[in-house]
């Protein structure tokens, strides 16, 4: 199965910083990779698919980029509601792996 | 509007079953593939099963391989997790999700708020 490995696993930071998640996959996945956003007690919410294609509704602060195994989820300036946990997932094979999640938290 | 709602979740002895349900509304559910993924308390997501629209074609996590049956009925709307020989690490939200189209790989798009399974003595 397809490893994919998120860094780092915690992130501090302050309202209206830039911070970037990387996630990386074991093999190649092309660009088939999604971006999640999960609140304490909430479902997931899907924030980019085909790795840089943003989901309708999604504020356009949030961006993705990547192709082969590196793939990157950049928020431009830190919101209050932003900070939640990511899990990227990739969807070249059935095994539709996730990520270990990155919890970003307020400095 | 898409609405997902699962059911079905309790408290399970090891060893025992429990089948899951899942009610869509709001799109044609025969044209969508489906899934579930679960959530062990304070753990990540895992995916256990995707079903394609018709429901001829299945995965399973090595995980639950052999013990979890998805299926579905596209008549009702709705969509199962037949769950036997649950063991402590079933343990888990169990989240109901569905697709972007019938078949192939894709990325899921609506979840249903949860349900949740405790396995325990």
Same mark, same amino acid.
């Given at each position: 199965?397809? /490893? ?22 074991? &093999? ?7 971006? %999640?956003?999960?609140?304490? @007690? ?10 840089? $294609? ?32 990511? %899990?990227? &997932?990739? %969807? *070249? ?8 999640? $990155? ?5 | 509007?898409? /609405?997902?709602?699962?059911? @079905?979740?309790?408290?399970? &002895? ?24 679960? /959530? ?33 009925? *596209? ?8 769950? *036997? ?9 169990? %989240?109901?999700?569905?697709? /972007?189209?019938?078949?192939?790989? &894709? ?7 949860? $349900? ?6």
């Amino acid at each position: 199965d397809i /490893q994919m490995t998120q860094s780092p696993s915690t992130l501090s930071a302050s309202v209206g910083d830039r911070v970037t998640i990387t996630c990386r996959a074991s &093999q190649s996945i092309s660009s088939w990779l999604a971006w %999640y956003q999960q609140k304490p @007690g909430k479902a997931p919410k899907v924030l980019i698919y085909k790795a840089s $294609t943003l989901e309708s509704g999604v504020p356009s602060r949030f961006s993705g980029s990547g192709s082969g195994t590196e793939f990157t989820l950049t928020i431009s300036s830190l919101q209050p509601d932003d900070f939640a946990t990511y %899990y990227c &997932q990739q %969807y *070249n094979t059935y095994s539709y792996t996730f990520g270990q999640g $990155t919890k970003l938290e307020i400095k | 509007e898409v /609405q997902l709602l699962e059911s @079905g979740g309790g408290l399970v &002895q090891p060893g025992g079953s429990l089948r899951l349900s899942c009610a869509a509304s709001g799109f044609t559910f025969s044209t969508f593939a489906m899934g579930w993924v679960r /959530q062990a308390p304070g753990k990540g997501l895992e995916w256990v099963s995707p079903i394609s629209g018709s429901g001829g074609s299945t995965y399973y996590a090595d995980s639950v391989k052999g013990r979890f049956t998805i299926s579905r009925d *596209n008549s009702k709307s709705t969509l199962y997790l037949q769950m *036997n020989s649950l063991r402590a690490e079933d343990t888990a939200v169990y %989240y109901c999700a569905k697709g /972007q189209r019938s078949g192939g790989v &894709q990325f899921f798009d609506y979840w249903g708020q949860g $349900t949740l399974v405790t396995v325990s003595s």
